[in-house]
């Protein structure tokens, strides 16, 4: 049986998730930015937490911890090993390849580093879900804090090539004003159209827009498309390196 998932927003755009194991009552967390509406939650499913996964040491994906587990004492914390430096202490520390397990089903851990050096997603490969916190995010990706444009290409690219029915869980509610800037850069693109229309209905009744169809980001996400050569075109780079286009476009959405 696939794992359970709940999108818990926190704070004024952040997500943290839940994943729950049915058939042996394991449930993890993903990322810990506000500790109230994550142990109400818990408390209200009547779930008590195993593990909880951290992507990256940005404040705002760990500031609850502490809170958290003095709710659901011995849950185990698992973390990027290159981070552990900076993160909360770990109890496993994690590289590319290794697995972690929830219930019955084991995911794999990917280093999309970029929007920080040690950043990690978690995939659940059975379940069809991806935890990419600052990484890839829904219409957009993180700005590049500490990685490089080539750091950040090589991490998106290894997402893009999950399969497409796959759910992009990201960390933060950015969809519309990311729809904004994709248009000014693919604004031939009729499907990235059609979802901004959808991202802004979705948006004006409070509705949430993540987490999101990886088929959905390969189409209408800019920094997906580094490589198309239509997307090339559009902002003056025609056959240029993805890499270098992927740069431009960084650079575009952060004077945006």
């Excluded at 810990?32 to 195993?50: C, M, Q, S, T, Y």
């Excluded at 059609?194 to 979705?202: D, M, W």
Aim: aromatic fraction near 6%.
């Amino acid at each position: 049986m696939p794992l359970q998932i709940v999108t818990v927003p926190c704070l004024s755009d952040n997500y943290a998730y839940l994943i729950h194991d049915a058939d042996s009552g394991d449930t993890a967390l993903i990322d810990a930015p506000e500790a109230d509406p994550i142990l109400e939650e818990l408390r209200n499913r009547g779930w008590r937490l195993g593990q909880v996964l951290l992507t990256h040491h940005h404040w705002d994906h760990i500031d609850a911890l502490p809170r958290i587990l003095e709710a659901h004492a011995g849950a185990r914390v698992v973390g990027a090993a290159a981070d552990a430096h900076r993160l909360p202490p770990l109890d496993t520390p994690v590289a590319e390849g290794d697995t972690v397990t929830v219930g019955g089903e084991a995911g794999t851990v990917i280093d999309v580093s970029g929007h920080t050096v040690g950043h990690i997603a978690f995939h659940f490969a059975d379940s069809k879900l991806a935890f990419t916190a600052d990484s890839l995010m829904a219409l957009g990706c993180g700005r590049l804090f500490e990685g490089t444009a080539d750091q950040m290409w090589h991490s998106l690219s290894k997402l893009a090539a999950l399969p497409g029915d796959t759910l992009i869980c990201s960390g933060h509610e950015y969809t519309a004003n990311n729809a904004r800037f994709a248009r000014t850069v693919d604004p031939d693109n009729s499907a990235l159209a059609e979802r901004t229309e959808q991202v802004n209905a979705a948006r004006s009744v409070g509705q949430a827009t993540v987490p999101s169809l990886l088929s959905d980001e390969l189409a209408t996400n800019p920094f997906l498309r580094a490589a198309d050569p239509g997307l090339q075109a559009a902002i003056g780079m025609p056959g240029a390196d993805p890499v270098a286009v992927f740069a431009e476009l960084r650079r575009r959405k952060d004077a945006f």
